[in-house]
């Protein structure tokens, strides 16, 4: 008895230590190994894994969970020296064959006890048992989201499973089961093994297979329909739940719309309560519907989990083709200039497309399909990093906590003809700029035909202009006067400051005459004007400074800072500091000012591409924040920390604002819409569209209403008039 069990024993070390006194060779070849031979021939150049004394290997031989213990702590290279932990294993005391390597992987965590208190090392090991031991061996955290049919949630193995997939140890078989119960043989633990040590042994998951895994998740995945306040589609593109009730999508899908919809996988149309957040320069959009439970959430995993090379498959209703599944490959990963994240993938996206998941390979969706361009098969999808913060915060509130906002007016009111306007005063063509008396209802208008500046007051509608002697190119209003800047010169970027003039004309407002003009010797962009000086930015030449004139003897005061060419300067209301806005560079400078002298300037660095800006920028008549045509509303104080960052976004951009400020309301337009915002919250209250073939070019609020001066459609005219909107 006592020679059967050394023979025994002699077996087993067999498969796990090389040339053991004689007892096993190392063959180049195993004589018996057909399949996974590059797999275990790689196991054993590394001492692994080792053949028998004929040649071979015995490949379909199991494999005991010692076995598995010590082919584990070789491939981990692990010093058998004592371990700190008793493993307190009923079957197996110290100094028995096998025991210090048990108790090294119980203190590692790569193996325990059963729940009798044994380890059964001469067991065999099932396929189950092989995914616990090598997820642990190497902390394995990459969850699969493709199930396996035999492997529940309820299975206890099923994490252990669901990792190892995830880290591609393992594909499972070809009907879709994971076989967790069968006794795992030499030649398939040494594959598992192998992949795991190796990536060049993780197969690639073909196609077929990622097309037909990611399929099963359509449920989750839909058109989205956009309509107008008639009820009439606007738009139609793709959206999938990030979290229970609640969808993704982009904002170009929903944009231009009041009400949605979204058309499950069986074509099933369900109501949208509305929408939740948008980010416009991201393109995403998070829209509630009406009610939970009726779609499972994609689980979304990072950028970071996919590669250059790894292929992806997307989901989408391209011309309206219900959740259609394309397959591609990840192109490249790049990070556009406003900072938001995106792949290139080379699976198509074309309309209907955008705003479906991107999946990987392991069912993860890690991007939102956005826009794709017909030749070069150049196709982009965000990253859903740019989404993380929003799907968190949902997850920790309740469907019915979470509110909706007023996306475009929802509805958007109609403006009617001789209901909502009034007024109609014929104005001279092409305005270029609009000015406000702060106390009468006058507006005054500078345009791109002629010299004149003209005067409209737009409660008796009369009219009064005058000719000046140069065109007109930007003016500002300050104690009762309007201060005129002249062009002598059409401007150019490449005119040096010795070859610029221009001038400076001084209409007095109440007898509404030209009090005096002085030249410049600068080409004008912007003007603005405070108790003591006139300040001009360049409007030709380049990294030329900021001039400041006195306002009544036209004498330079000084200079100061460098600036492009026709920047926009606005003058803070409290004339303690002026913002000179390069909506090219995206910059903003600041320069402070002292009884009419320059006190400093501050570059705010932390601008550049930082906001999207346009060259309309309009400070709130309290000062406290300037608000850009991009949408974005910034502070406005006297350190460069907190100066011009961040205080909200509005829906949408605009072209012209009003303010109401005793009703903490303002007003905005992008030219087709006027929407109502609340000061307090900036959030949107009401929304209103012009008729067709009106376009809103300047907004003014005087004693309750609402006065637009906009360009009209008349035949093949178009004509400029004024109107009074009547929003209460």
Do not use: C
Request: aromatic share 10%.
């Amino acid at each position: 008895m006592k020679k059967l069990r050394w023979t025994v024993i002699g077996v087993l070390l067999l498969l796990v230590a090389p040339n053991l006194t004689g007892a096993a060779v190392q063959p180049t070849t195993f004589t018996d190994v057909q399949q996974y031979k590059n797999e275990i021939q790689f196991l054993a150049d590394q001492k692994i894994v080792t053949g028998y004394e004929d040649g071979s290997f015995q490949p379909a031989k199991p494999v005991t969970r010692l076995q598995a213990v010590q082919m584990i702590l070789r491939a981990k290279q692990v010093k058998l020296n004592n371990a700190t932990v008793d493993p307190q294993l009923k079957d197996m005391r110290e100094g028995d064959y096998g025991y210090a390597e048990v108790a090294k992987a119980v203190e590692l965590g790569i193996v325990s006890g059963r729940d009798d208190g044994s380890f059964a090392p001469y067991d065999t090991l099932t396929r189950a048992q092989m995914a616990k031991i090598i997820v642990n061996a190497y902390s394995l955290d990459t969850a699969s989201q493709f199930s396996f049919s035999d492997v529940t949630n309820n299975h206890w193995a099923h994490d252990f499973v669901s990792v190892l997939a995830g880290s591609g140890v393992t594909t499972g078989y070809d009907d879709g089961r994971y076989k967790p119960n069968e006794t795992l043989s030499r030649q398939h633990f040494s594959v598992f093994l192998a992949r795991k040590l190796n990536n060049e042994f993780v197969p690639a998951t073909s196609k077929a297979t990622l097309v037909k895994k990611v399929a099963a998740f359509e449920n989750s995945v839909g058109m989205v329909m956009a309509y107008d306040q008639d009820g009439d589609v606007v738009s139609q593109g793709s959206g999938f739940v990030v979290v229970d009730g609640f969808l993704l999508t982009n904002y170009h899908v929903i944009e231009g719309g009041t009400t949605f919809s979204f058309v499950d996988a069986n074509w099933n149309e369900h109501e949208i309560d509305g929408v939740v957040k948008t980010d416009k320069q991201a393109d995403l959009a998070i829209l509630k519907l009406k009610e939970t439970g009726l779609f499972p959430a994609l689980a979304v995993g990072p950028l970071s989990s996919v590669e250059k090379g790894e292929r992806i498959v997307t989901v989408g209703s391209p011309q309206g083709l219900l959740n259609t599944v394309s397959d591609g490959l990840v192109s490249g990963l790049h990070t556009m200039e406003d900072g938001v994240e995106v792949l290139q993938i080379s699976a198509p996206i074309t309309h209907g497309n955008s705003g479906g998941p991107v999946f990987d390979t392991n069912g993860y969706a890690i991007g939102i399909t956005t826009f794709g361009y017909d030749t070069g098969n150049l196709n982009f999808a965000i990253s859903l990093d740019e989404a993380k913060t929003w799907i968190t915060d949902l997850k920790a509130k309740s469907h019915a906590a979470v509110p909706v906002i007023s996306f475009r007016g929802t509805p958007v009111q109609q403006l009617a003809p001789g209901v909502a306007l009034d007024l109609n005063i014929a104005l001279p063509d092409q305005v270029r700029k609009v000015v406000q008396h702060p106390t009468k209802p006058v507006m005054y208008m500078i345009n791109d035909v002629d010299y004149k500046v003209t005067e409209v007051n737009y409660q008796t509608g009369d009219t009064r202009s005058i000719t000046l002697s140069y065109q007109p190119q930007d003016m500002f209003f300050e104690g009762g006067n309007l201060y005129v800047a002249l062009l002598k010169q059409p401007l150019n970027n490449y005119r040096d400051l010795e070859d610029q003039k221009g001038a400076i004309a001084v209409i007095n407002t109440n007898t509404f005459v030209k009090e005096k003009q002085f030249d410049i010797i600068l080409d004008p962009g912007s003007i603005v004007v405070d108790s003591h000086n006139v300040y001009i930015s360049p409007g030709s030449g380049q990294h030329i400074e900021l001039h400041a004139f006195s306002k009544t003897t036209g004498v330079l005061a000084f200079k100061a800072g460098y600036y492009n060419s026709v920047d926009q300067i606005a003058m803070h209301p409290f004339q303690n500091k002026m913002y000179s806005i390069d909506d090219y560079n995206n910059s903003i400078d600041v320069v402070f000012l002292h009884d009419g002298q320059f006190a400093g300037s501050m570059n705010l660095h932390h601008m550049y591409h930082k906001y999207e800006l346009t060259d309309k920028s309009v400070f709130s008549p309290d000062g406290r924040y300037l608000f850009n045509g991009s949408g974005d509303i910034l502070y406005t104080t006297n350190y460069k920390d907190t100066n011009l960052t961040l205080a909200a976004s509005m829906e949408t951009g605009f072209t012209s604002i009003a303010f109401d400020m005793e009703n903490k309301l303002f007003y905005t337009s992008d030219g087709f819409y006027v929407d109502v915002y609340d000061y307090e919250t900036f959030t949107i209250l009401d929304s209103f569209e012009m008729e067709k073939g009106m376009l809103v070019t300047d907004l003014v609020f005087r004693d309750g209403f609402v006065y637009a001066v906009a360009e009209v459609e008349s035949g093949k005219l178009v004509e400029t008039r004024l109107y009074k909107i009547a929003i209460q």
